[in-house]
């Protein structure tokens, strides 16, 4: 028997290659599934199962490309519906995969379909849990993914409850923990960074395994401070649940070189969005006015997803140099799927065609300390909430809202004032610069480090308040 967790950082997410006797299941893969079908072809073994744990909100599965390439069958827990081929388990259902055995065990709660996967070895023994969205390292899942007119957040967490004290919590101690995210993910509150663990452990630290833990104190605690989902979960769950383009078709069409005349025409034509996927400092030191950016080197697609409201938006890319291919990837993981082409040679290329480009200003914390104690500047901080509650920098003219929110905030600043942002390092700030300079902000200024850099300086901040306390 073979098992091995296949980790996306960007995602946050872990799918799994399960082989035995020339048998293979996979559970949850990605979008990009050749990965998938060469591993079984190196070990002479063949891909007779895809199962999915439940209808993915933050990524696009790639089950049905799966599918179609080997032949697998796609398995989804009791209640699923699809606009494709699939087969709905029942509850306790078994699937023999060369020597051992996943069983299907139904726990409702995350969503109606969520099902957890046991693994019962070649010897009987019940070795360990594929838990999905069910059961993290940490946490559980957010039970507000999947309403219905009939039921709420707080029946999902009911559900949920009972899900993980009648069918995991029974389990035995020493079975593995192999979860569908770890920590990054918006799919949990709490999630630690490690990716694999053992069901004794989480009875012991997960808050919301705790034995004397009554229904309603699990139903509070879950919900309790739990943000609103990002807008693209529900179309990355109707895309799971309906179907999509198959990924190499995506590749294809995005992984089309453009001169800069090319790419202006096109971005004018179809009203693409151009996005700047390079690192901070080089959107800062230059880029193509309008354009947005999203670095690739950060938390890129979660933030593409957060931020960019449709799916099915025209897109242009400027990015580094033989990342494209990477970035067209990693945009179709989240659904993005209308990527047109990118700018062949770069923001020099386009400077040489004598295009216009734009700067964004940046300053040193040290030199916006000495600025916030002798001017009256405004200070936007684009952290989130709970950071933002934990400390930061005190005075009349500092404004916060979350760079999730930057669409529904952008009321609440004047475009005849000059902003200086801030995030913790860096990143989120230079987000919220393009976004804002593309909607005709023009005085803003980025504070190079962000509140990292800023504590290190004498700038008045609030005392320090741990976030696991508010």
Not at 244 to 263: C, H, Q, R, S, V
Not at 446 to 469: E, H, L
Request: aromatic share 10%.
């Amino acid at each position: 028997m073979k098992i091995e967790q296949i980790y996306t950082g960007c995602l946050a997410q872990g799918a799994y290659y399960i082989e035995s006797n020339g048998e293979v299941a996979i559970i949850d893969p990605l979008r990009e599934t050749q990965q998938y079908v060469d591993k079984a072809n190196k070990e002479h073994a063949k891909i007779k199962y895809i199962f999915e744990t439940h209808f993915h909100a933050d990524f696009v599965s790639g089950h049905i490309d799966l599918a179609k390439k080997t032949g697998a069958t796609i398995v989804f827990g009791p209640g699923a519906e699809t606009n494709y081929e699939a087969y709905f388990a029942k509850d306790n259902e078994e699937f023999k995969i060369g020597n051992i055995i996943i069983k299907v065990l139904h726990t409702p709660g995350h969503t109606l379909e969520s099902s957890t996967f046991l693994l019962i070895d070649e010897n009987g023994n019940k070795h360990a849990i594929f838990s999905g969205d069910t059961l993290f390292l940490g946490d559980v899942g957010r039970p507000d993914l999947a309403i219905k007119s009939d039921l709420n957040k707080e029946d999902l967490a009911g559900m949920l409850f009972d899900s993980l004290r009648n069918k995991i919590m029974t389990l035995p101690d020493d079975v593995i923990v192999y979860p569908a995210h770890g920590a990054g993910s918006a799919c949990g509150k709490n999630l630690s960074k490690e990716t694999v663990g053992v069901l004794g452990d989480q009875k012991k630290t997960n808050y919301a395994l705790r034995a004397d833990m009554t229904r309603d104190e699990f139903i509070k605690e879950v919900l309790e401070g739990m943000p609103p989902p990002p807008q693209y979960f529900a179309k990355n769950a109707m895309m799971n649940k309906s179907g999509y383009d198959a990924f190499e078709t995506i590749l294809k069409k995005g992984d089309n070189a453009l001169n800069p005349e090319e790419f202006e025409a096109i971005a004018n034509q179809e009203g693409a969005l151009v996005l700047d996927v390079r690192k901070e400092k080089d959107f800062i030191k230059s880029h193509i006015p309008n354009s947005i950016f999203i670095g690739i080197y950060g938390a890129f697609a979660p933030w593409v997803g957060a931020l960019i409201t449709d799916l099915k938006q025209p897109i242009l890319l400027v990015s580094p140099e033989g990342k494209e291919k990477e970035t067209i990837t990693r945009l179709s993981r989240v659904g993005y799927d209308n990527t047109l082409g990118y700018l062949k040679g770069g923001i020099n290329a386009w400077k040489d065609a004598g295009k216009d480009i734009e700067t964004l200003e940046s300053i040193s914390a040290k030199e916006f300390s000495n600025r916030f104690k002798n001017e009256a500047i405004n200070t936007l901080d684009v952290r989130k909430d709970g950071e933002y509650k934990s400390e930061h920098v005190v005075g009349d003219k500092v404004q916060h809202f979350a760079l999730d929110y930057i669409n529904d905030n952008m009321h609440t600043i004047d475009k005849n004032k000059t902003y200086y942002l801030h995030c913790a390092g860096g990143y989120r700030s230079v987000i919220a610069a393009s976004i804002l300079k593309a909607r005709g902000f023009n005085n803003l200024v980025d504070i190079s480090g962000g509140f990292v850099a800023i504590k290190n300086t004498d700038t008045p901040t609030s005392n320090y308040v741990c976030p696991t306390t508010l």
